[in-house]
């Protein structure tokens, strides 16, 4: 029963984490439009810097789950 716990919570791990990339992405890419004022620049930036930290922490815990399930 604990694997199957284990398998589910990787699966929305890896599932948080790629939200957490396809944010920072998106954010990344607002940061470097030249035409957004330089207050939505930052502001993108700072977010990038969250989704970033988030998608790393995300991965950290799929890993964890993934080796967990694997017991």
Aim: aromatic letters at 2%; a neutral charge; glycine letters at 6%.
């Amino acid at each position: 029963m604990e694997t199957i716990k284990n398998a589910a919570n990787y699966v929305s791990e890896s599932v948080q984490g790629a939200g957490s990339e396809a944010s920072k992405e998106a954010n990344k890419q607002v940061a470097k439009d030249s035409h957004a004022t330089l207050g939505t620049r930052a502001s993108a930036t700072k977010d990038m810097i969250g989704d970033k930290f988030d998608q790393k922490k995300h991965e950290t815990s799929a890993d964890v789950h993934k080796e967990a399930a694997k017991h």
